[in-house]
């Protein structure tokens, strides 16, 4: 049985290459947030061979151009869910590009830290320790 980003409608896909896609997130947590998809149906990056590696970050670096150009975000996350662990819900690979506005979070330092809340602020400990 396929899985979801295997039957994607064509409208659906923004740029392709012979081994991948790109698409925008269907719940995107900001505006553009958008993924790379592997059109061979595997679940880890560290399954995917050199060729599709490097076609998925060809088409990386041209959704950043796009994104750059149509909103203008101040900055960019950049992520993959590997494994039921890390949070990965859709058992076919995809790298998520998260366009980032200022603003759009009070204070956005730690990034993508912030997967596990408790340990992601480091930096307040360490300015506390450094007070007079």
């Known amino acids: 049985m396929p899985g979801l980003f295997c039957c994607l409608p064509q409208s659906r896909v923004l740029f392709r290459n012979e081994t ?22 595997i679940e880890s990056f560290f399954d995917t061979s050199a060729k599709e590696r ?7 670096d041209a959704a950043k151009q796009q994104l750059q150009t149509e909103f203008a975000p101040a900055g ?3 992520g993959i869910n590997d494994g039921a662990a890390a949070g990965q819900t859709i058992r ?3 790298m998520h590009l998260i366009p980032r ?8 330092r730690g990034g993508v ?3 596990i809340p408790e ?4 930096w307040t400990a360490a300015d506390q320790t450094q007070a007079p």
């Open 76 to 78: 960019f996350n950049i």
């Open 113 to 115: 830290r912030w997967v």
């Open 101 to 108: 506005y200022a603003g759009d979070r009070p204070d956005p």
């Open 20 to 41: 991948a896609i790109v698409v925008r997130d269907a719940f995107p947590v900001t505006l553009g947030h958008t993924l790379v998809i592997p059109l061979r149906h």
């Open 119 to 122: 340990k992601a602020d480091y």
């Open 92 to 94: 076919h690979l995809h």
């Open 54 to 60: 490097a076609a998925m970050f060809e088409l990386l």
